[in-house]
């Protein structure tokens, strides 16, 4: 990991050296698309939800304008009675809304500057948890900041929904990551439990799925 004198919320001066303005510009353009693309997502829902509700509304109207007509021509004379129906191959089909897979990661940590601290992290597919000594704003408000752990990498790994399961994933930290006292591999996802310990430097992590 690159050392940098910085969060991604300041500003580059002379003093940077062109690597750590390159990984600042790379930190702050991934934040911002994470921010889009959430917004994309919810707008999109909305829409699909709305559309929904007037399908609905359509359907019963239809369903009622049906039944009214047919309850009318079982009063009338047998010899005239001529059942009408109504043509619904044009009515527009039913959109379904799939759910929204996401999922609560609650942090306690167990050892370290941060004992007795607790975090409520809910990563999505494309909106991770971040845990690194970065000061950042997505670290700080939608992941773990741990900037007194000198151990720990100022990116050192995520917490993500990755194919529907919320799993932990080192990000090539300089110190590594541990599972129940095992190294993971670098960039390897692993399926997280209720009870495993995620160690990073000197912080030591418990994991409740909720």
């Given amino acids: 990991a690159i050392s940098v004198p910085y969060t991604v919320d300041d500003e580059p001066t002379d003093s940077w050296t062109i690597e750590q303005v390159m990984n600042w510009w790379l930190s702050r353009a991934h934040g911002e698309s994470d921010a889009a693309y959430e917004q994309i997502v919810e707008s999109l829902t909305k829409q699909l939800e709305s559309g929904k509700e007037s399908l609905i509304n359509d359907h019963k109207t239809v369903a009622n304008m ?8 079982e009063n009338n004379d047998p010899q005239t009675n001529v059942v009408q129906t109504v043509d619904e191959s044009n009515a527009k089909p039913e959109v379904k809304v799939a759910p929204k897979q996401e999922g609560t990661i609650l942090i306690e940590i167990q050892t370290g500057d941060y004992e007795g601290q607790t975090y409520n992290l809910h990563p999505k597919a494309r909106s991770h948890a971040w845990v690194g000594r970065s000061q950042g704003k997505k670290f700080r408000e939608k992941g773990i900041s ?4 000198l151990e ?12 529907n399961q919320l799993v932990y994933v080192d990000t090539g930290s300089t110190n590594g990551s541990r599972i129940a006292d095992l190294d993971i591999e670098p960039n390897s996802p692993v399926v997280l439990e209720s009870g495993m310990l995620v160690t990073v430097g000197q912080t030591v992590m418990r994991v409740t799925l909720l």
Avoid: A, C, Q
């Avoid at 049906?66 to 021509?73: A, H, M, P, R, V």
């Avoid at 741990?146 to 752990?149: C, F, I, S």
């Fill in 66 to 73: 049906f039944e009214g007509k047919t309850n009318s021509n």
């Fill in 146 to 149: 741990l900037p007194k752990d």
């Fill in 152 to 163: 720990v990498s100022t990116t050192h790994g995520r917490f993500e929904l990755l194919r």
